[in-house]
Protein backbone atom coordinates (compact mmCIF):
# COMPACT_ATOMS: atom_id res chain seq x y z
CA UNK A 1 0.00 0.00 0.00
CA UNK A 2 1.28 3.29 -1.01
CA UNK A 3 0.18 6.57 0.65
CA UNK A 4 1.02 10.02 -0.91
CA UNK A 5 0.76 12.78 1.29
CA UNK A 6 -0.62 16.15 -0.04
CA UNK A 7 1.43 19.42 -0.02
CA UNK A 8 0.62 22.68 1.81
CA UNK A 9 1.32 24.70 -0.48
CA UNK A 10 3.58 24.76 -3.60
CA UNK A 11 6.61 25.20 -1.69
CA UNK A 12 5.96 23.55 1.51
CA UNK A 13 5.43 20.11 0.76
CA UNK A 14 4.38 16.38 2.61
CA UNK A 15 7.33 16.06 4.15
CA UNK A 16 6.52 18.80 6.51
CA UNK A 17 2.74 17.25 6.86
CA UNK A 18 4.31 13.93 7.39
CA UNK A 19 6.62 15.51 9.83
CA UNK A 20 3.05 17.51 11.47
CA UNK A 21 1.02 14.14 11.24
CA UNK A 22 3.81 12.23 13.65
CA UNK A 23 3.60 14.40 16.18
CA UNK A 24 -0.46 14.56 16.88
CA UNK A 25 -0.57 18.06 17.39
CA UNK A 26 -4.27 17.99 18.10
CA UNK A 27 -3.41 16.05 21.31
CA UNK A 28 -0.66 17.78 22.28
CA UNK A 29 -1.38 20.92 22.45
CA UNK A 30 1.94 22.74 22.58
CA UNK A 31 5.21 24.55 20.51
CA UNK A 32 6.84 22.45 17.60
CA UNK A 33 9.27 23.67 14.79
CA UNK A 34 9.95 21.04 11.93
CA UNK A 35 12.75 21.98 9.58
CA UNK A 36 13.47 20.27 6.45
CA UNK A 37 16.27 20.87 4.80
CA UNK A 38 15.70 19.67 1.13
CA UNK A 39 15.29 21.54 -2.47
CA UNK A 40 14.01 24.56 -0.21
CA UNK A 41 14.59 25.16 3.41
CA UNK A 42 10.69 24.18 4.13
CA UNK A 43 9.63 25.48 7.72
CA UNK A 44 6.20 24.65 10.15
CA UNK A 45 5.72 26.66 13.11
CA UNK A 46 3.13 24.58 15.21
CA UNK A 47 1.40 26.29 17.86
CA UNK A 48 -1.36 25.45 20.17
CA UNK A 49 -3.29 28.19 18.24
CA UNK A 50 -2.33 27.62 14.57
CA UNK A 51 0.32 26.57 12.69
CA UNK A 52 2.35 28.72 10.63
CA UNK A 53 4.67 27.35 7.40
CA UNK A 54 7.22 29.30 4.77
CA UNK A 55 9.98 27.94 2.82
CA UNK A 56 13.47 29.07 1.94
CA UNK A 57 15.92 29.79 -0.07
CA UNK A 58 18.13 27.34 1.27
CA UNK A 59 18.44 24.02 0.03
CA UNK A 60 20.43 24.06 -3.03
CA UNK A 61 23.46 24.40 -0.60
CA UNK A 62 22.20 20.95 1.03
CA UNK A 63 21.63 19.28 -1.97
CA UNK A 64 25.03 19.93 -3.21
CA UNK A 65 24.37 22.36 -5.83
CA UNK A 66 26.68 25.08 -5.56
CA UNK A 67 29.22 23.64 -3.82
CA UNK A 68 32.80 22.88 -5.60
CA UNK A 69 32.49 18.76 -4.90
CA UNK A 70 29.12 18.78 -4.18
CA UNK A 71 26.96 15.93 -4.81
CA UNK A 72 23.35 15.02 -3.87
CA UNK A 73 22.82 11.80 -1.60
CA UNK A 74 24.02 9.35 -4.11
CA UNK A 75 26.42 6.27 -3.71
CA UNK A 76 29.87 7.72 -3.51
CA UNK A 77 28.58 10.56 -1.67
CA UNK A 78 30.37 11.54 2.28
CA UNK A 79 27.44 11.99 4.18
CA UNK A 80 29.43 12.27 7.17
CA UNK A 81 32.96 13.24 8.03
CA UNK A 82 35.22 13.33 11.26
CA UNK A 83 38.70 13.42 12.92
CA UNK A 84 37.66 9.82 13.26
CA UNK A 85 37.12 9.21 9.61
CA UNK A 86 34.27 9.52 6.98
CA UNK A 87 31.08 7.60 5.71
CA UNK A 88 30.31 6.95 2.62
CA UNK A 89 27.30 6.09 0.89
CA UNK A 90 27.01 2.56 -0.63
CA UNK A 91 30.57 1.93 0.70
CA UNK A 92 31.98 3.30 -2.58
CA UNK A 93 35.26 4.97 -3.49
CA UNK A 94 33.68 9.34 -2.71
CA UNK A 95 32.44 10.64 -5.35
CA UNK A 96 31.97 14.26 -3.93
CA UNK A 97 30.04 16.10 -0.50
CA UNK A 98 26.19 15.75 0.21
CA UNK A 99 24.65 18.06 2.66
CA UNK A 100 25.37 16.28 5.76
CA UNK A 101 28.72 15.52 4.83
CA UNK A 102 29.03 19.37 4.44
CA UNK A 103 27.63 20.26 7.65
CA UNK A 104 30.10 18.09 9.27
CA UNK A 105 32.86 19.38 7.99
CA UNK A 106 32.04 22.88 8.14
CA UNK A 107 31.08 22.23 12.02
CA UNK A 108 34.74 20.38 12.08
CA UNK A 109 36.45 23.67 10.52
CA UNK A 110 35.03 25.77 13.07
CA UNK A 111 35.85 24.04 16.12
CA UNK A 112 39.38 23.56 14.47
CA UNK A 113 39.84 27.28 14.28
CA UNK A 114 40.09 26.51 10.41
CA UNK A 115 37.34 28.73 9.50
CA UNK A 116 37.03 32.07 12.18
CA UNK A 117 33.99 33.04 13.62
CA UNK A 118 33.05 35.39 10.29
CA UNK A 119 33.80 32.18 8.05
CA UNK A 120 36.77 33.40 6.86
CA UNK A 121 39.22 30.23 5.82
CA UNK A 122 42.50 30.74 4.62
CA UNK A 123 42.99 27.42 2.84
CA UNK A 124 41.11 24.98 0.76
CA UNK A 125 40.84 21.86 3.15
CA UNK A 126 40.82 18.53 1.38
CA UNK A 127 39.15 15.84 2.34
CA UNK A 128 39.84 13.25 -0.21
CA UNK A 129 42.97 13.24 -2.33
CA UNK A 130 42.96 12.74 -6.14
CA UNK A 131 43.78 9.40 -6.71
CA UNK A 132 41.74 7.93 -3.51
CA UNK A 133 38.16 9.94 -5.16
CA UNK A 134 35.47 8.01 -7.83
CA UNK A 135 36.66 10.96 -10.25
CA UNK A 136 40.52 11.11 -9.63
CA UNK A 137 40.03 14.37 -8.77
CA UNK A 138 40.33 15.58 -4.99
CA UNK A 139 37.35 16.77 -2.91
CA UNK A 140 37.86 19.56 -0.88
CA UNK A 141 35.85 22.70 0.73
CA UNK A 142 36.68 26.20 0.16
CA UNK A 143 35.93 29.42 0.62
CA UNK A 144 33.25 29.72 -2.03
CA UNK A 145 31.23 26.53 -0.17
CA UNK A 146 31.41 28.12 3.40
CA UNK A 147 30.28 31.79 2.05
CA UNK A 148 26.95 29.25 0.45
CA UNK A 149 26.47 27.56 4.05
CA UNK A 150 26.39 30.85 5.45
CA UNK A 151 23.53 32.06 2.84
CA UNK A 152 21.55 28.99 3.52
CA UNK A 153 22.48 29.34 7.29
CA UNK A 154 20.77 32.58 7.12
CA UNK A 155 18.02 32.13 5.20
CA UNK A 156 16.68 28.97 7.84
CA UNK A 157 17.48 31.49 10.67
CA UNK A 158 15.36 34.28 8.85
CA UNK A 159 12.49 31.80 7.91
CA UNK A 160 12.32 30.85 11.72
CA UNK A 161 13.18 34.23 12.87
CA UNK A 162 10.00 35.66 11.14
CA UNK A 163 7.37 32.38 12.08
CA UNK A 164 8.32 33.14 15.89
CA UNK A 165 7.69 36.67 15.18
CA UNK A 166 4.30 35.95 13.37
CA UNK A 167 3.58 33.53 15.89
CA UNK A 168 3.97 36.26 18.50
CA UNK A 169 6.53 33.81 20.25
Not at 5 to 21: K, N, Q
Not at 68 to 88: D, H, L, P, R, W
Request: glycine share 12%; with cysteine; hydrophobic share 45%.
Amino acid sequence: EIILLPSASAFVGSDIIAGLASIQFLKNRANYLFVDLGTNGELALVTPACIWCCATAAGPVFEGANISCGVGGVEGAIAEYSENGKVVLGDEKPLGICGSGLVDVIALLLDKGIIDAAGLMNETFELVPGPESATGRSIFVNQEDVRQVQLAKSAIATGIILLLRNAGL
